[in-house]
């Protein structure tokens, strides 16, 4: 039965309700959240990271299934078809690879735990052979070693038990005894994670191992259908439990970021920030507990205006489906004790000469080292490094992506042109066309410093950190089936750069 609850605005905070009932069919869940994407109704990476975990996770709790393949193939159609209604987030893929990387690790841990077992099995069930105590003569009953070294009786026995060995080595297994001859050293051992990794070969093998069989030579087929059942659950708890953990990551990467900042802003700084952004305030107010310093706030208009001075003096409208809403602080930035001074976007350059440090948030970093930031980071970025101003960019682990910038322009994405020139001016409209930019590319050589929940990094570093959250097997995720076509394609942007300019 699908969720009949209360009436809510179509966002994150509905698609989390809709997804905990359990009456909600999973299909029902991925169609209303493609839908949510297609109508920018769950945009930016905090939100569309959230929205996806949670529909993995619930694929993941009623998927049934006996092979570790099935469930990779099932969480990668799922995340294409997310990609493919919204390519411009690419925090979307993100969580769909950490998710595959969580089942990969969990099932290879599986086999190195049944390769440990098959070692010791192996190394306990060997035969012992009973070593002959060596000869001291200090130990020896006899008064003259000499005598009993030359004993025929001593060569006598030796004689023996070479011949004995001989034979043995020699004397053929009957047929009857050679199965059971070569399961002796080492027993069959199969692990749970083996039975999913390749079900019907452990069923053959199972078949086939005498260790295997009952007293009376049979095999129960009901207790490898339960042990198969039994290895799928623990499985799926073990991935259930790896997403979870990638939520309790996003819901503490700001706090974690914030944790820094007393390393990074001193006292009687002067740092420029610009639109307004979760991570970022956090950030500034974590500082402003224990240093004095100065913020100049650039109100990023005209896309970010508004959340730029509820930020700063309050009469908060935050949504929770928007990254930059306000309404999760304690306490505005002049309520915390800083000095902030706001001024138009195009005061930056006059004022880059006295900032100490310039503070940006993002929207995605990229494979190298670049980032997709709110309209105008670039000029920012481009007028501190004309001034030798430090760049620093708050970045949560998640926002990390392997995708290189190959095409910049698809990246790209427009807002409401109404925001620059309403209809009001009809005779204006009418002669020309109206573009609102939301997204800037910020180059790799305009950035000093990274800091993410896992501290500060040089972006020549960035690649280091991609490898270790992501496996090199998934990071082509965004190609269709069967093809090598990218689903994120070149397209007709209405946003180009010619030198330093939009046009």
């Known amino acids: 039965m699908p969720f009949t609850g209360g009436i809510l605005t179509p966002g994150l905070d509905s698609f989390k309700k809709s997804v905990r009932s359990r009456g909600t069919p999973v299909e ?35 998927f049934k299934f006996t092979d570790v393949a099935k469930l990779i193939e099932r ?28 089942i990969r690790d969990e099932t290879e841990e599986g086999r190195d735990g049944e390769a440990s077992s098959y070692s010791d099995a192996a190394t306990d069930s060997r035969p012992q052979t009973p070593r002959e105590p060596e000869f001291h003569p200090s130990n020896s009953p006899s008064k003259s070693p000499q005598s009993h070294a030359s004993s025929p009786l001593r060569h006598e026995a030796r004689d023996a038990a070479a011949a004995y060995q001989d034979g043995l080595s020699q004397r053929p297994l009957l047929s009857s005894h050679l199965s059971y001859a070569t399961t002796s050293a080492a027993p069959s051992v199969n692990s749970m994670f083996n039975l999913l990794q390749h079900p019907q070969a452990s069923a053959v093998s199972l078949i086939a191992s005498p260790g295997s069989r009952s007293p009376g030579g049979l095999i129960s087929l009901a207790s490898q259908s339960s042990a198969k059942l ?14 979870q953990e990638i939520l309790e990551e996003l819901k503490q990467a700001d706090d974690q970021i914030a944790g820094y900042a007393l390393e990074y802003i001193h006292s009687n700084e002067i740092v420029l920030a610009y639109s307004s952004s979760t991570t970022v305030k956090k950030f500034l107010l974590k500082a402003a507990a224990k240093r004095k310093f100065t913020v100049i706030h650039a109100e990023a208009y005209p896309n970010n205006h508004d959340a730029t001075h509820a930020s700063i003096i309050g009469n908060t409208m935050g949504d929770s489906n928007d990254d930059t809403g306000t309404k999760d602080f304690e306490k505005t930035l002049t309520a915390a004790g800083i000095t902030v001074i706001v001024i138009p976007d195009s005061a930056v350059f006059a004022l880059m000469s006295r900032v100490n440090k310039v503070i940006l948030s993002t929207h995605i970093v990229l494979a190298n080292g670049g980032l997709i930031a709110a309209a105008g980071s670039r000029a920012i970025a481009k007028a501190a490094k004309l001034h030798s ?33 309403s209809f009001e001016d009809a005779s204006l409209v009418g002669e020309i066309g109206v573009e609102n930019p939301l997204f800037d590319y910020v180059p790799v050589d305009l950035v000093d410093l990274y800091i993410t929940n896992l501290g500060g990094h040089a972006p020549s570093y960035l690649h280091c950190i991609i490898n270790d959250h992501y496996r090199t097997e998934d990071v082509l995720l965004d190609r269709r089936p069967g093809g090598s076509r990218p689903l994120l394609t070149h397209t007709s942007s209405s946003v180009r750069f010619q030198g330093d300019f939009v046009v």
């Open 28 to 62: 029902t869940s991925i169609e209303n959240l493609i839908a949510l994407l297609k109508r920018r109704q769950i945009r930016n990476s905090r939100p569309c990271a959230i929205a996806t975990a949670w529909l993995l996770r619930r694929v993941v709790e009623t």
């Open 75 to 102: 969480v990668q159609h799922v995340g294409q078809r997310l990609i493919i209604a919204q390519p411009r987030e690419l925090a979307i893929g993100n969580i769909v690879r950490r998710v595959l990387g969580v």
């Open 230 to 243: 039994s290895a799928a659950k623990d499985l799926k708890a073990e991935v259930v439990e790896g997403i």
């Open 389 to 421: 101003t430090p760049v620093v960019v708050l970045s949560g682990i998640y926002k990390l992506s392997p995708v290189y910038p190959f095409d910049v322009d698809a990246l790209m994405e427009n807002g409401d042109p109404t925001e620059v020139a």
